[in-house]
C-alpha cells in the first residue's frame, strides 16, 4: 500500500526535479498522442460525417462494423502494424518499426472507429429541419459539411476527448511497434509497464498521476474552447 | 470554427517544433536483448560507455529471448544479447545469425519463502523439483518462452518430470522475471530466477525479501548470456559492420572488466567469461 503514497510524492518530484528520462517519456507521450489524434481527426470526422448524414444500402451494417471496431484491443492492432512494419513486412523499406510515427500509425487505428462512430452519431442526431433551413437559404454542399460539422461540434469534441483518452493510455501499440527504448519510443505508458515489472511499483503510480494530470490539462483546454465558441 | 482551426493549427506547430528526440542518423545499434540485462540496469550502465568508446550509440528494447530471437529473424534489429543456448545454436545453424560469441554468465537460484514449507533448502534441483511437485507447492513459471522459461522446462525434463501445465499449484505468469518473482510472493511460493535479477528484487525491498535464494550452485543452474550478429546475408540492410564493433567492444579486456564491475548491494550480478 506505502507505494501508493510514496508515488504521489515522487510524481511531484519527477515534474518538479526535471527528471530527464521522464521528461523525455512525456514528451514522446505528448508528441504521439498528439500525431494520431490529428491523423484519426483528419480522416474519421469526414467519414464520419458521410456515415451519419446521408442515407445509402448497407448504412447500418456498417454502423455495425464501425461500432465493432471500437473494440479493438491494441495488442491485436500492435501485432498487425507490426506485421506490416517489420523489415520483412510490405512497408519494412520505411523504418517505421521502433519509431514514434510507426506507433501513431497504429493509434491511429486505434482511435478511428471511435472518432468516425460519434461524429456519425453527432451529425445523426442533428436536426432534421436544420438541413431543409440551411439549404432554403441556398448553401452549396460545401457550405452545407461545414455548418453542419459547426452544429454537431459538441458530439464531436466528446467524441475527440473519448478518442484522445482511448489513445494517451494505451500501452499494447506503443510496447510492440516502438519497443520502449529509452530516450525514444519510451512513452509514459510503457514506462509504468518497465517500471512495475522492475518492481518499482512508486515509480510506476508516479508515472500514471503524470499522465493523468496532462489529461486533465488536456481536458480543461477543452473545456475552456467549448465555452468560447 | 475560425479559432477552433487557429487552436489546432497551434497544436500541431508546437508538436512539430518540439524537440527531435534523435538527430535521426547518426551511428547507431538497434539491439534486442532480454529482460534481465535491461531490468537490472547493465545496459544503462554500459550504454554510454559504449559510445564514449567506439561514438555508436546502442538502442535496445527488451523482451523474453524468444521474441528477441523472432525480432532478428525478422531483421528488425542489428545485433542480439540473449541467454539460452540452444536456441542460439539452432538460430545460428538456420543462417538469421552469426559470430556468436559468449560474453558472460550469472547463475540461476531456485527461491522460495523462509519457512521453506516444501522442504528444498540445500537439495539438489533435481529432489528440489520433485519435492515441490510432491508437496504441490506453488511454483511461478514466467510461462514466456523467455531464456529462463526454456531453462525452467529443461530443468523439469532433467528432473524426469513430467513438465507441469495445468496443475493447480503451478502458475505461469507469462510476464518479466521481477513480476514473477512479486507473483511468487505474493503466493507464498517459488520461482526460478536468474541470480542477476534476485539481486535487483533484494535491492528494491531494501534487502530484506520474502523469498530467500533455496537451491544454488548446481552446475546445471549455469545461465550463459552470448551476443549474436544478425546475418547480412539473410539481412541486407542489417548493420552488421557496427554489430561488430560492439561484439569486439563487448568480448574485450575493458568491457569485460566493466561487466565485472557491474555491482548492485555490493554483489556482482555477472561474471565476464568471453575467449578473447
Known amino acids: 500500500m506505502d507505494f501508493i503514497l ?34 484519426s481527426l483528419l480522416i474519421g470526422i469526414p467519414l464520419g460525417f458521410f456515415l451519419g448524414y446521408f442515407d445509402f444500402r448497407g448504412k447500418k451494417p456498417l454502423r455495425t462494423v464501425v461500432d465493432t471496431l471500437m473494440a479493438l484491443p491494441t495488442v491485436f492492432i500492435g501485432l498487425l502494424v507490426y506485421a506490416f512494419v517489420t523489415q520483412r513486412g510490405p512497408l519494412g523499406n520505411f523504418g517505421l518499426l521502433f519509431t514514434l510515427p510507426g506507433i501513431a500509425i497504429g493509434q491511429t487505428i486505434l482511435a478511428l472507429p471511435i472518432v468516425i462512430g460519434l461524429s456519425a452519431t453527432a451529425v445523426e442526431s442533428m436536426d432534421e429541419k436544420l438541413r431543409i433551413a440551411i439549404m432554403s437559404m441556398g448553401a452549396n454542399r460545401r457550405q452545407l459539411f461545414i455548418s453542419s460539422l459547426w452544429e454537431a461540434r459538441h458530439g464531436l469534441l466528446a467524441g475527440a476527448i473519448a478518442a484522445y483518452g482511448r489513445v494517451m493510455t494505451e500501452v499494447g501499440i506503443s510496447m510492440m511497434v516502438g519497443g520502449n527504448i529509452k530516450w525514444h519510443t519510451r512513452t509514459i505508458t510503457t514506462a509504468i509497464a518497465l517500471e512495475t515489472n522492475k518492481g518499482q511499483f512508486g515509480l510506476g503510480v508516479a508515472l500514471g498521476l503524470v499522465l493523468l494530470a496532462i489529461a486533465f490539462c488536456v481536458n480543461i483546454s477543452v473545456s475552456f474552447l467549448r465555452r468560447r465558441v | 470554427m475560425k479559432r477552433l482551426c487557429a487552436a489546432i493549427i497551434g497544436l500541431a506547430l508546437v508538436v512539430y517544433l518540439l524537440p527531435a528526440s534523435s538527430s535521426a542518423e547518426e551511428k547507431m545499434l538497434m539491439m534486442a536483448t532480454t529482460t534481465s540485462t ?22 535496445w528494447t527488451a523482451t523474453g529471448t524468444g521474441k528477441a530471437l523472432k525480432l532478428g529473424q525478422n531483421c528488425d534489429v542489428d545485433i542480439l544479447m540473449v541467454h539460452a543456448p540452444p536456441a542460439e545454436k539452432k538460430f545460428v545453424a538456420d543462417g538469421f545469425g552469426t559470430d556468436r560469441r559468449e560474453i558472460m554468465y550469472n547463475d540461476f537460484v531456485i527461491i522460495g519463502p523462509a519457512s521453506d514449507p516444501a522442504g528444498i533448502k540445500g537439495k539438489s534441483i533435481k529432489d528440489a523439483f520433485a519435492m515441490v511437485k510432491t508437496k504441490q507447492a506453488v511454483f511461478t513459471s514466467r510461462g514466456d518462452n523467455s531464456g529462463t522459461h526454456k531453462k525452467e522446462l529443461s530443468l523439469w525434463k532433467a528432473a524426469n518430470l513430467p513438465v507441469p501445465e495445468k496443475e493447480s499449484w503451478y502458475v505461469q505468469t507469462g510476464q518479466g522475471m521481477l513480476a514473477t518473482i512479486n507473483i511468487a510472493a505474493e503466493r507464498n511460493g517459488y520461482t526460478m530466477t536468474d541470480r542477476g535479477t534476485y539481486i535487483k528484487y533484494e535491492s528494491n525491498l531494501k534487502g530484506n525479501p520474502p523469498l530467500k535464494i533455496l537451491v544454488e550452485g548446481d552446475a546445471v543452474l549455469l545461465n550463459q548470456y552470448s551476443v549474436i550478429a544478425i546475418d547480412k546475408t539473410h539481412c541486407a540492410k542489417a548493420k552488421y559492420d557496427t554489430a561488430g564493433q560492439f561484439i569486439e567492444w563487448i568480448t574485450g579486456a575493458a568491457a569485460q572488466q566493466l561487466i565485472k564491475e557491474f555491482k548492485l548491494l555490493g554483489k556482482p550480478l555477472f561474471t565476464p567469461n568471453a575467449k578473447m
Open chain 1, 6 to 39: 510514496e508515488g504521489f510524492f515522487q510524481a511531484f518530484d519527477l515534474l518538479a526535479s526535471g527528471n530527464a528520462e521522464a521528461y523525455s517519456a512525456i514528451w514522446a507521450t505528448v508528441k504521439v498522442s498528439s500525431y494520431s489524434i490529428g491523423c
Open chain 2, 38 to 59: 535491461d531490468n537490472t540496469g547493465l545496459l544503462d550502465y554500459l550504454a554510454p560507455k559504449f559510445k564514449a568508446a567506439t561514438g555508436i550509440e546502442l538502442k
